[in-house]
Every structure is written in structure tokens, then in C-alpha cells.
């Protein structure tokens, strides 16, 4: 398999093996034909197949259910391009980028940049899934425990805004593929495809599940914070699956070590 990246031009793609990842996993000409002709409605002039999955012999960002993500070039630069699978079960990208248009108006998730039947257009995040950045982190620990502390607590942040405004995400009990933390510490919750507004929210309690509770990731945290009471903390999440509150969800921060004397006065 090619390890480098290759960028291929629009007019490049109805070339073997690019043409099998457009229309993964089941070719046709008669859908490569019309998925080229979104492509270029959608302003992207070629395709950058790099990343740590692949498909054929090529290799892309990302692999799911639904969609295949790559990097796609436009004229505003390097974006993200999931590609929808021929044998996806949703008929089209819309509900996602619905989904992540009301994130975005909590300023949650990649923006989204452009949307037709079989590709869903966004912000490309250039960065690690939050268990690799947490591995990458050395150096002085002080420095390490704010870094954490502060995409931590952003990241419960960004749930609670979710809570309250009727959006669950739905795979956040999965974390290690669904956060994305950039160059400048900044971290993104992405992959809104099986996000709902027609379902209790649960967004804060899957995530610090996944956090403190017990997961790949908790020891690690634990190291650099310090370790929480696991019944303290699955306390505090109880009653604020009862009430969305400012006062719950700030017991939720001191809970997981996270809490700040100036509290939430700046956070809507």
C-alpha cells in the first residue's frame, strides 16, 4: 500500500483505485459520473488521499457505517469531505449536516461548509483524537495538568451547551473517535451522523463515563489530575440527569476536578 499522501485532480478521479473510494464500497460509472458532478458544485478542485485507514490501496482520514472522510482542496484551502457509502443505510447527508449546523450555533463541531445528497463539506481540524494528544503530552507537569484541564473542562462545557439545547450526539460513549483536539489545544466534537434532537440528551454523562469512570483514557487523566471519587462523581451526574442546571453541572466540574473558582459567569 502507498504509506504518502496523494493528491489526485477532480478530472483524475474516475481513475482506479480513487474512482473505488468515491463510490466505496460498490462501484458504479453511473454513480461515479454523478458524484464527481456534486464534487465540483461543491467548489473542490482534488482529493488528498492520506491518513491512517485505507481503502484499496489508498488512504483515507476515516472509515464508518456511513461515510469515508478525506481531505478534499478547494479555493478557501484544505477542507473535510466525508463521503457517503454507496451502501450506507441513510438516502443522504442531510440529517448530519442539520445535526452539525445546530452545533455549530453553540459554536460546537467543525463548521459546516457545504452539503449535497452524497458529501458533507467541513472545517478540516488539523490535529489528534483525544487519546493519541493525551499520550503526545510531556514536558513540565504543571503546564501538562492546565492543558488538560482546560480542553477537559471545555469539552463538558460543549456537552452541557448540547444538554440544554436538545441535542444528543449519540456516540459520545465512544469518545476516543469523536473528539479531535487541535494544534492549539482546542478541542472538536465531530461525527454528528447519528445525532438526534427527538431523544433525551446524554451527552455529559457519556462522556464523563468514558473520562473518569473507567476507558482507556482514565488512568491517564487520573495521572496528570488527580484521582476522583468515582461515587462522588457518578452522584453529581445522577442529579443533573435530573435537572440541565447551572448549579448540577458545576457540581459535575468539581466532581471530576475540573471546577473554577470563578465558576460559569462567561458560559451561557
Given at each position: 500500500m502507498n504509506r504518502g499522501k496523494i493528491v489526485m485532480p477532480i478530472s483524475k478521479l474516475r481513475e482506479h483505485p480513487y474512482a473505488d473510494v468515491l463510490c466505496y464500497p460498490k462501484f458504479t460509472l453511473e454513480e461515479l459520473e454523478r458524484r464527481i458532478f456534486e464534487l465540483k458544485n461543491l467548489g473542490i478542485t482534488a482529493i488528498e488521499f492520506a491518513g491512517e485507514k485505507s481503502i484499496s490501496t489508498v488512504r483515507v482520514l476515516g472509515k464508518g457505517y456511513v461515510g469515508v472522510v478525506v481531505i478534499a482542496h478547494a479555493k478557501?484551502?484544505?477542507?473535510?469531505?466525508?463521503?457517503?457509502?454507496?451502501?450506507?443505510?441513510?438516502?443522504?447527508?442531510?440529517?448530519?449536516?442539520?445535526m452539525l449546523k445546530k452545533a455549530n450555533t453553540l459554536g460546537i463541531g467543525p463548521p459546516l461548509l457545504g452539503v449535497t445528497r452524497n458529501f458533507l463539506l467541513m472545517k478540516f481540524?488539523?490535529?489528534?483524537?483525544?487519546?493519541?494528544?493525551?499520550?503526545?503530552?510531556?514536558?513540565?507537569?504543571?503546564?501538562?495538568?492546565?492543558?488538560?484541564?482546560?480542553?477537559?473542562?471545555?469539552?463538558?462545557?460543549?456537552?452541557?451547551?448540547?444538554?440544554?439545547?436538545?441535542?444528543?450526539?449519540?456516540?459520545?460513549?465512544?469518545?476516543?473517535?469523536?473528539?479531535?483536539?487541535?494544534?492549539?489545544?482546542?478541542?472538536?466534537?465531530?461525527?454528528?451522523?447519528?445525532?438526534?434532537?427527538?431523544?433525551?440528551?446524554?451527552?455529559?454523562?457519556?462522556?464523563?463515563?468514558?473520562?473518569?469512570?473507567?476507558?482507556?483514557?482514565?488512568?491517564?487523566?487520573?495521572?496528570?489530575?488527580?484521582?476522583?471519587?468515582?461515587?462522588?462523581?457518578?452522584?453529581?451526574?445522577?442529579?443533573?440527569?435530573?435537572?440541565?442546571?447551572?448549579?448540577?453541572?458545576?457540581?459535575?466540574?468539581?466532581a471530576c476536578r475540573l471546577g473554577d473558582k470563578k465558576g460559569l459567569d462567561k458560559v451561557t
Open positions: 478557501r484551502g484544505k477542507v473535510a469531505l466525508k463521503i457517503r457509502r454507496t451502501d450506507a443505510g441513510r438516502k443522504g447527508m442531510q440529517h448530519e449536516a442539520e481540524i488539523e490535529g489528534k483524537l483525544l487519546p493519541e494528544w493525551l499520550n503526545s503530552l510531556k514536558g513540565d507537569k504543571k503546564i501538562v495538568k492546565t492543558r488538560i484541564s482546560f480542553v477537559l473542562r471545555t469539552l463538558l462545557i460543549q456537552c452541557w451547551q448540547m444538554d440544554k439545547a436538545g441535542l444528543d450526539h449519540g456516540e459520545l460513549s465512544h469518545a476516543p473517535k469523536h473528539i479531535i483536539v487541535d494544534i492549539e489545544d482546542i478541542p472538536y466534537i465531530v461525527d454528528f451522523e447519528t445525532a438526534s434532537v427527538n431523544r433525551r440528551p446524554s451527552n455529559l454523562t457519556s462522556l464523563c463515563q468514558y473520562l473518569f469512570i473507567s476507558s482507556s483514557v482514565t488512568e491517564k487523566i487520573f495521572k496528570n489530575l488527580g484521582k476522583v471519587d468515582r461515587g462522588v462523581v457518578i452522584k453529581a451526574l445522577r442529579d443533573y440527569k435530573k435537572c440541565f442546571s447551572k448549579e448540577n453541572f458545576e457540581k459535575v466540574l468539581w
